[in-house]
């Protein structure tokens, strides 16, 4: 209408055609992200991919979930810092809070210590502390001993597992290990870091 009143009243209504058609094409490239981030958001909540609450791993960021936004989610971190994430740049979540997680408890001992003594006291320390009032309520399953899971020139480092309540699996692995190495200093197991290096010469 107002291109028809300017052509109406004598003025020259080409350039504003031109223009328009190339502020159509520039917002249509524009909008191309934001329909994508709503869309992506929109299959987020239907989904239940994650929620307020939950600790996640989006790739760039990893932490806890403080808003779920059709547009953007909103993650803090370890390290207090909020990240702002597109949904539409979002192309996979790792979701530690939901079903069940596994808390895994690697202890290294001195290559020189006795590896099967090792892990008898390492499996009976984790059984106690698994039967904890403050822990018991966390765990799943019975832990598992999964034995030697690596070998340096160092450290032997000894696994083992235990199924618990989903956002949990850290306090139980920090109680647990905790326990392992006190069970070591007082059945004389040898660490790693306890082991001096030879002095040159002698």
């Not at 502020?23 to 239940?48: C, H, K, P, T, Y």
Request: proline residues 3%; charged residues 20%; hydrophobic residues 50%.
């Amino acid at each position: 209408m107002v291109l028809q009143t300017l052509d109406t009243l004598g003025f020259n209504v080409a350039p504003f055609i031109a223009s328009a058609g190339i502020a159509g094409v520039a917002l249509g490239f524009g909008a191309q992200n934001l329909v994508r981030d709503f869309i992506s958001g929109m299959f987020m909540l239907l989904e239940d991919q994650y929620g307020v609450g939950d600790v996640v791993d989006v790739g760039d960021a990893i932490g806890t979930v403080e808003s779920v936004g059709l547009r953007v989610t909103m993650i803090r971190d370890i390290d207090g810092t909020l990240w702002y994430c597109r949904n539409g740049e979002i192309l996979r979540v790792g979701n530690m809070s939901q079903g069940h997680a596994v808390a895994v408890v690697d202890v290294p001992v001195a290559p020189t210590a006795n590896v099967d003594r090792a892990q008898q006291v390492a499996f009976r320390a984790v059984l106690d502390t698994a039967e904890r009032d403050d822990i018991a309520p966390f765990v799943l399953e019975k832990p598992e001993l999964l034995g030697v899971n690596s070998v340096t020139a160092g450290a032997v480092t000894l696994r083992i597992t235990v199924r618990v309540r989903a956002g949990k699996q850290w306090a139980v692995r920090r109680a647990l290990t905790g326990s392992v190495l006190e069970a070591f200093d007082s059945n004389g197991i040898e660490s790693p870091s306890l082991m001096l290096a030879p002095v040159a010469g002698t």
